[in-house]
């Protein structure tokens, strides 16, 4: 009546625990800048400006009402930059674009740093100025440090100053502002729970 089974119980067991609130945005962060120093940063931005709701949909006038309480305020707020991310990073996009265009000696700079970088990737690995020899790592603390004085020459702090501010601003208004009910439901009902509190 009792017969022996064998089951085989080889393996690993990998024991991974959902992060929620700030660690998972702290655990996302980390994973963007891995990206970027694996050269995908190209490729991840697209994957993210490609992921943005409609514009339609974002600039719906009907859709913006003041929030009831604070603590609706900080679920709207909150679900609005999940739900709308790419369109917000496309209008930080939008507005560095046009201090770009609208700074000229900003845009010469820029343009000189880019240049620069490229020639310098290219170029060979250590370099000889008179007795001294400079090894790649030093080539790029050289050209940081001229890149960040030529940007500083053009009034590239003011600019990122207004790029920062302004992005602030528009995000944070229409996060606060916008009916954050009138989007579709989520896929975790439990992160942003749009409860009546009375």
């Not at 960040?148 to 944070?172: N, P, Q, R």
Request: proline share 5%; with cysteine.
């Amino acid at each position: 009546m009792s017969e022996n089974v064998n089951i085989d119980l080889s393996g690993e067991i990998s024991a991974t625990t959902e992060k929620k609130g700030f660690q998972k945005y702290v655990n996302d962060m980390e994973l963007i800048v891995q990206h970027v120093r694996s050269g995908a940063a190209p490729a991840l931005l697209m994957g993210v400006i490609a992921s943005r709701r409609p514009w339609t949909q974002f600039v719906a006038t009907d859709n913006f009402k003041v929030p009831a309480s604070i603590p609706r305020l900080s679920r709207r707020f909150y679900r609005n930059i999940e739900y709308f991310q790419a369109n917000y990073l496309v209008v930080f996009l939008g507005l560095f674009a046009y201090c770009l265009v609208t700074s000229p000696l900003l845009l010469i700079a820029m343009v000189a740093s880019f240049f620069g970088y490229r020639k310098l990737t290219s170029g060979p690995n250590t370099w000889k100025i008179g007795s001294w020899e400079l090894t790649k790592t030093q080539q790029y603390g050289v050209a940081a440090a001229g890149s960040m004085a030529l940007c500083w020459l053009a009034g590239a702090g003011a600019v990122l100053f207004w790029v920062l501010g302004a992005t602030v601003t528009v995000v944070a208004l229409h996060a606060s502002f916008f009916d954050a009910e009138t989007l579709p439901p989520s896929d975790d009902p439990e992160q942003f729970p749009m409860v009546e509190q009375v």
